[in-house]
């Protein structure tokens, strides 16, 4: 049983920075693909970040320059630093996790690749 918990988020002025981390448990992928959503009321989820086994990235166009994701293959962990955080970035933030076959597509923003998500952690960034 795969098994992600987020930790790190929180309340933020604008300009601010948060880091975010996903512990990950339960799988022993030699092939996966990592991702951040993030979901704001009303709206739909979308990818923020994405990164496989290999340490491909990909990024959505709002956050690009400002957020990086990463991994800590020892901690079995998953990051987000956000920097220059905007009030539209406010949301719940969600890591997600899936084998990529081969052949697969290694990263992506969309959620149709994914079939692991954590609970989220919510980040709020103020005015």
């Known amino acids: 049983q795969v098994q992600l918990v987020e930790s790190g988020g929180g309340s933020v002025q604008a300009g601010g920075s948060l880091t975010l981390s996903c512990a990950a448990s339960g799988y022993t992928y030699s092939r996966y693909r990592m991702g951040w959503f993030r979901q704001a009321p009303g709206k739909e989820r979308e990818g923020v970040a994405s990164?496989?086994?290999?340490?491909?990235?990909i990024y959505a166009d709002s956050v690009k320059g400002r957020f990086t994701i990463s991994q800590d293959n020892a901690k079995n962990t998953l990051y987000l630093q956000m920097n220059s955080l905007k009030p539209e970035d406010t949301a719940m933030y969600y890591c997600a996790a899936s084998k990529v076959s081969l052949g697969s597509i290694a990263v992506s923003l969309s959620s149709l690749f994914y079939n692991n998500w954590g609970q989220g952690t919510q980040v709020t960034v103020s005015s």
């Open positions: 990164i496989n086994s290999v340490g491909s990235t």
